[in-house]
């Protein structure tokens, strides 16, 4: 008999091993799995049961020869797919479950969870330093765009391995840079470039709003009117298409996709969820702006803290749910 920790930090089981297979079949565990034998106070992923290397995709053998070992190197779970039943399964986001879990995973690894995230956060500020530079400073702005989804994904990828009790350390923040760099930085471009689409009738409008306020040299009631509603329309679909894609990065980095099935994933999942989502994302704004308070000391907690929340959430919506045992 045994037991495994489910996606959502919980414990399923005891079941047999025929029943732990079919969920491995069932996509449901994965070689990353913590698990847990009758008889035994270890946890252990199920890649190292000798007795289910044959049932694991990623680690079966061919024909003749010997079970190859996980490489440790590689991004969280980077041989795994998307969840069998991922579109049709009922979508589950505890919002505030989420920073509950973040609270305890930053507090129990805050020297590496925030040392990452504070890492990367001097990374930035420092390019953005250089990039006040005359000529060279656009030269380092544009290297700081181009790095920027890359870094971020390998926070995410660190915060997962954390998260499911894998190996990591604070070099796993360049594994986006090593590993998947290209699908990240076109993650991160497309969406931009899509979002930049999707605001050009909302600027035209207040574009419009300002003429008229020119023409009749002040701001009169009409353009007023249509500047405000010049700026809803930027507004609604700017923020529609940010919380749709919010998981693109951390599923091109777990799932090992490319950027656009990565996008679209994200889209249909988050959509049947968007308000849930929505409110995620308006409390990790607001809880960094109450850090930033502190001349901005308190975002070295505020945002791994955030971006580990984030990931919960990620987790919840795109994780392999096992089923519960009776």
């Not at 070689?31 to 992923?45: C, F, L, V």
């Not at 890649?47 to 190197?73: D, I, Q, T």
């Amino acid at each position: 008999m045994y037991k495994i920790i489910g996606t959502d930090g919980k414990e399923y089981g005891p079941v047999t091993a025929d029943q732990l297979r079919r969920w491995i079949s069932e996509g449901r565990v994965n070689a990353h799995t913590r698990a847990q034998a009758e008889g035994s106070t270890e946890w252990q992923p199920i890649s190292a049961f000798p007795e289910f290397a044959l049932s694991l995709p990623e680690l079966a053998a061919p024909a003749g020869g010997s079970v190859p070992p996980v490489p440790p190197s590689q991004p969280a779970a980077s041989s795994a797919e998307l969840p069998a039943d991922l579109f049709q399964r009922p979508p589950d986001l505890d919002v505030m479950g989420c920073f509950s879990r973040a609270w305890e995973l930053v507090t129990r690894n805050f020297g590496l969870v925030g040392g990452a995230a504070a890492l990367m956060l001097v990374i930035q500020i420092f390019m953005g330093l250089l990039g006040m530079i005359p000529i060279v400073g656009a030269l380092v702005s544009l290297a700081s765009m181009i790095i920027g989804g890359p870094l971020l994904g390998g926070l995410y990828s660190l915060i997962l391995r954390v998260i499911r009790n894998e190996p990591a350390e604070i070099g796993n923040l360049f594994d986006g840079l090593r590993l998947r760099f290209l699908q990240l930085f076109l993650t991160v471009l497309i969406t931009g470039l899509l979002t930049g689409v999707a605001l050009l009738p909302g600027a035209l409008v207040v574009g419009l709003a300002v003429f008229i306020g020119v023409q009749a040299h002040e701001a009169t009631a009409v353009s007023i009117l249509i500047g405000a509603a010049g700026a809803v329309i930027i507004i609604i679909p700017v923020l529609f298409l940010s919380i749709s894609w919010l998981f693109a990065l951390p599923l091109v980095m777990d799932k090992n996709i490319e950027f656009w099935p990565a996008m679209e994933a994200s889209r249909k999942v988050t959509f049947r969820v968007w308000i849930k989502v929505f409110v995620l994302v308006l409390l990790m704004g607001i809880i960094n702006l109450v850090g930033a308070i502190p001349c901005g000391l308190g975002l070295f907690f505020t945002i791994p803290l955030c971006y580990s929340a984030m990931i919960y959430g990620y987790e919840d919506l795109f994780g392999i749910r096992p089923a519960r045992a009776a």
